[in-house]
């Protein structure tokens, strides 16, 4: 079954006040995400006139992070959006789901899996990584960037340290106003207003983390690029972000050798880590994974086109490892027997 398919099938089983209500809930809640709003608003929209598949807008890999959005919508907040529906206006149904942030308390695993999911779609990344390079951003600045602007996607974080300072109603609702109008201005690429509501935010919550990250990487993003003082700012936020808080790691986008130092920089904890398009990942790229993840037990690569017999002894280094899956690489037999120890080696040609 195709994913149009699939997602036509979720889509119709869908209760009609939720589908409804989609589009201003993920609104709310990603407020730096536009691009995503509108793909899962034109998929919805084609399931419910029951047309047949359209040309594709959108990445395969968005196809699918679509998809897992709605089962979000369906499933954790399902009874938000159904009781969104029922406001007669757009800012009496945002109080609402504001409101759920501040007080449901099955609110933050919610947000959370939305904010981990949004940061992965392509449709975001691109956008960002058009701004910045329309500020002259390049290379391996450019990347690090990437990895804090995606972080204004949505308001888990925020609500996450609003909620840990045990701040009042009134204040953690005008603090989701101003990150919400911070996001959509830079989504939007309004560094000056981002950069004034993010300041304003900062000024009533100048202790939470969140907020001065955020605030930080406005700040970077709006300074010049072939500025050393840009370059250490961008790094001094990149050693404030928190670590992962798991020790598995599944990322269904593409990966370059260039883009693994950034990606993979505060994950030396990780133990199982499955990557499912290595079609841009070389030998290079791998040796330089292995060597920030020396933890891993588990390692799936698939697509890995460009991975060859020459990455096996960078393999061989991950002493922990104990599974390993290889899907349409280069690597030899012979040289997979190297590996033999392994519990669990699987290679696909």
């Known amino acids: ?8 099938d979720m889509i119709q089983k869908i209760p009609a006040p939720v589908r409804c209500a989609g589009e201003v809930v993920l609104d709310t809640l ?15 929209d084609w399931a419910t006139k029951n047309e047949p598949a359209p040309t594709p807008s959108a990445s395969p890999g968005d196809q699918q992070r679509v998809e897992l959005m709605l089962g979000i919508l369906q499933g ?41 999911l949004a940061q992965q779609f392509d449709v975001l990344q691109a956008s960002q990584r058009e701004l910045l390079q329309q500020q002259h951003f390049s290379g391996e600045l450019l990347q690090q960037l990437l990895v804090l602007t995606r972080r204004l996607v949505g308001v888990s974080d925020l609500a996450s340290d609003l909620r840990a300072a045990h701040t009042s109603y009134p204040d953690f609702a005008s603090s989701l106003d101003l990150f919400q109008a911070g996001a959509v201005a830079f989504s939007k690429g309004q560094l000056q207003g981002a950069r004034q509501a993010f300041e304003k935010l900062k000024a009533v919550q100048p202790n939470l983390p969140t907020v001065a990250i955020a605030f930080d990487t406005v700040n970077a993003a709006g300074s010049p690029a072939d500025s050393p003082l840009t370059a250490s700012l961008v790094e001094s936020i990149l050693r404030r972000l928190p670590p992962p808080s798991t020790k598995k790691l599944s990322r269904d986008f593409p990966i370059r050798d260039e883009e693994v130092p950034t990606t993979f920089a505060r994950h030396g904890e990780l133990q199982e880590l499955i990557l499912w398009n290595c079609s841009n990942l070389t030998d290079t790229g791998l040796a330089a994974l292995c060597s920030m993840l020396p933890r891993l037990t588990k390692l799936s690569l698939r697509k890995a086109y460009k991975i060859t017999d020459r990455a096996i002894p960078a393999i061989r280094g991950l002493s922990q490892l104990q599974r390993l899956l290889l899907w349409k690489s280069q690597v030899t037999q012979r040289a997979a027997n190297q590996l033999q120890p392994l519990n669990d080696l699987n290679i696909k040609s």
């Open 76 to 116: 954790q907040l399902e009874d938000v959006a159904e009781k969104v529906n029922r406001f007669p206006s757009t800012d009496q149904a945002k109080g609402y789901i504001r409101g759920c942030i501040i007080n449901d308390e099955d609110i933050p695993a919610a947000l959370r899996d939305l904010d981990g």
């Open 30 to 44: 990603l407020p730096g995400g536009p691009g995503i709003v509108r793909l899962v608003k034109e998929t919805v």
């Open 1 to 8: 079954m195709s994913v149009f398919s699939r997602i036509r």
